[in-house]
């Protein structure tokens, strides 16, 4: 089982759709949990954490359930700049270093 | 707003040259890191450095060497360049409170070694 798996997308919805997305890990020793959105030709940027209890932001929201080992993003009413690819990223715990999900595209149309 | 530079945004190399990447950063972080990023295989660390004179070893060190002589300057250096170096290589830096969580990119250099 690869360390962080993704479903690659693109996920195709429409402005105003809900859209989700899911990402598994395989280490259960892993600690802290990100979620990173990267538009096209751009570098990385951090979006949001994912802690325990959840974590919601405007439109965003994170959520982790270690029991099965993954995360997910959920985004309300997609606008047109929510296109991009969203990578889900996590840490082994202590001084150790992320290791980042390949990525899920988002298209959002008119 | 955290500002981390990288010198070229496109560089062509020829196969067996020496190439270095450039990267610097201005918030005084201590943390700086070494990705390359390729199509269908997502990021994946290089090296990465704590503190200046140190370097550690990521996921794919293989074929490159670091240098870090300045707290803001983080290089990354291809030996001799071979084609499946091809790649976009992104330069990150973090402060200390934050290590591994917030990492600031640059955005990037698109290398092609032909």
């Known amino acids: 089982r690869k360390e962080v798996e993704q479903d690659p997308g693109p996920f195709n919805v429409p402005e105003g759709a809900t859209v989700a997305f899911n990402c598994t890990y395989s280490n259960s020793a892993s600690q802290s949990f990100f979620w990173y959105r990267q538009d096209c030709r751009k570098e990385p940027k951090l979006l949001m954490s994912?802690?325990?209890s959840g974590n919601e932001d405007g439109r965003f929201t994170a959520q982790l359930n270690r029991a099965s080992q993954y995360i997910s993003l959920l985004i309300r009413d997609s606008k047109l700049s929510d296109s991009a690819t969203y990578l889900c990223v996590v840490n082994k715990g202590g001084y150790s270093t992320l290791t980042f999900g390949k990525g899920t595209m988002l298209l959002v149309s008119p | 707003d955290v500002k981390v530079t990288q010198s070229s945004r496109y560089l062509v190399k020829r196969t067996g040259e020496k190439v270095f990447l450039e990267c610097v950063q201005d918030m005084d972080h201590e943390n700086m890191f070494w990705y390359r990023q390729d199509p269908g295989l997502g990021l994946r660390l290089i090296y990465f450095s704590y503190d200046v004179k140190m370097k550690e070893k990521g996921d794919i060190p293989e074929g490159y060497s670091v240098s870090r002589e300045k707290k803001e300057r983080f290089s990354l250096i291809l030996e001799s360049a071979s084609t499946n170096q091809t790649s976009m290589y992104l330069c990150?830096?973090?402060?200390?409170?934050?290590?591994?969580?917030?990492?600031?990119f640059g955005s990037g250099t698109q290398l092609s070694v032909l």
């Open positions: 994912v802690y325990s």
């Open positions: 990150a830096s973090s402060s200390m409170d934050r290590a591994f969580e917030k990492l600031f």
